[in-house]
């Protein structure tokens, strides 16, 4: 059963975003930072583009709520309820960052490191998806989905217990790198962690299900 709690949590949050953005918005300048390369320099967009991301704060609370109910698989969803709810809540709180780090930089440019905060808060995504990835049940929306977890339980198990601890290393390996070097080493660094770790993901579950069907 879906923690109501954590439910309303999630709207609120979505909507705390939505109408700081609604307020804040006609004192925004025209240009607005909205994007920050790993070279340090700041890319700046129309101030209507704030909406893009504060607008994804109600839609994802929506959609969250809704995508249980849209998968054949949804009685699966009881079984990891628990770190469903938090995620919820975890993406809508990494949207308020975001959007936060936005509008503060738009009022007080350069005041605060940027890619440090979004490397922080990448870690510790990471780290919670790794942690709670073994539990996830097969469904069709959330998790590793590929043809050979969604074609075998058992592979998708081996699958999520693999993909937690690589994407736990990676939230490791990404807070260790954002301390030591550049945001640009960092970044590269977490690409590579990244892609690296989906790839050895799916050739392991296409190796375990080969496996499984011969």
């Not at 991301?53 to 249980?68: N, T, V």
């Not at 440090?116 to 539990?135: A, D, E, R, T």
């Not at 601890?165 to 390996?173: E, N, P, Q, S, V």
Request: net charge positive; proline share 4%.
């Amino acid at each position: 059963m879906k923690s109501k709690k954590l439910r309303i949590l999630n709207y609120t949050i979505a909507a705390a975003v939505f109408l700081t953005t609604a307020f804040l918005y006609p004192k925004l300048p025209d240009q607005i930072p909205t994007n920050w390369g790993f070279d340090g320099v700041t890319h700046y967009s129309s101030r209507s583009t704030i909406w893009i991301i504060a607008g994804m704060s109600p839609l994802f609370a929506l959609f969250f709520d809704i995508m249980p109910y849209l998968d054949p698989r949804q009685k699966n969803y009881q079984k990891f309820i628990g770190f469903y709810d938090s995620f919820c809540v975890g993406m809508q709180l990494f949207l308020a960052v975001v959007t936060g780090i936005i509008l503060r930089e738009s009022f007080f440019p350069g005041q605060i490191h940027t890619a440090k905060i979004i490397f922080f808060m990448l870690s510790i995504m990471f780290l919670f998806i790794g942690n709670y990835m073994p539990k996830i049940q097969s469904n069709f929306y959330v998790g590793i989905k590929n043809p050979w977890t969604l074609s075998s339980d058992q592979v998708w198990r081996k699958t999520h217990r693999l993909g937690g601890k690589l994407y736990a290393g990676c939230g490791i390996l990404t807070l260790l790198s954002s301390l030591l070097f550049s945001d640009r080493l960092t970044g590269i660094f977490l690409m590579v962690l990244v892609i690296g770790s989906t790839i050895i993901i799916c050739l392991a579950s296409w190796l375990w299900w080969r496996k499984e069907s011969a």
